[in-house]
Structure formats: structure tokens, C-alpha cells
């Protein structure tokens, strides 16, 4: 991911959490202006940073830089509840995703 690209991905990640840039940065531990900062292109969090921003989103750093997952936190909820299902109803789902995804 392109560092133009990075503030871009935190501002949408963020944003669908539904918290502001500063409740955020003061909940990682950080100053009122830090995920403003970052998401601004004034500044790149550290790795520690970065990993404290993923937690915090409760998504893995790969889930981050995964552009073409939207909503990566409620895809992994998903997943975590279908790995519960029977195959049959593994493959009703898969069949009702197939369809809406055709359309």
C-alpha cells in the first residue's frame, strides 16, 4: 500500500467503527491529534503504532492492507459464526452468496 493510500484505508476503517480520530488516538494511548495526524499525511504510526491501530480496529495488520475488503471487522465476525455451521447449511449460504454476488 502506497503511503498516500494508508490514511485513506485508516480514515474508512475508522469511520465504519463509528469513533472520532481523537476518541481513537486517546484510546491507543496516544495524543488528541495523533490518528488526525496520520490520516491527514503528516505522519506514519511506528510499526507499534500500527499495530496498536489494527487491535484497536480488531483486524489483523494483512486485514488492513486488504483494500478490497470493506468491512473487514464484520467479515471476520461472519466467518468466525459460518466455521459453526453443518455442511448443508454451509452450502445454502454459499448458494444464497453465489446469487446476490451474480446480480
Do not use: W
Not at 469511520?15 to 490520516?39: F, H, P, T
Not at 499525511?41 to 478490497?68: H, R, V, W
Amino acid at each position: 500500500m502506497y503511503e498516500e493510500q494508508f490514511p485513506i484505508r485508516l480514515a474508512k476503517l475508522r469511520m465504519e467503527k463509528g469513533v472520532s480520530a481523537r476518541d481513537m488516538s486517546l484510546s491507543i494511548g496516544q495524543n488528541a491529534g495523533y490518528i488526525n495526524n496520520i490520516e491527514n499525511g503528516k505522519a506514519l504510526p511506528s510499526m507499534a503504532g500500527f499495530f496498536f491501530i489494527c487491535d484497536y480496529l480488531n483486524i489483523t495488520p494483512q486485514e488492513f492492507f486488504d483494500i478490497d475488503s470493506e468491512q473487514p471487522e464484520f467479515l471476520n465476525h461472519t466467518i468466525e459464526n459460518l466455521k459453526k455451521l453443518n455442511r448443508r447449511q454451509l452450502q445454502n449460504i454459499s448458494a444464497i452468496i453465489e446469487d446476490l454476488v451474480e446480480k
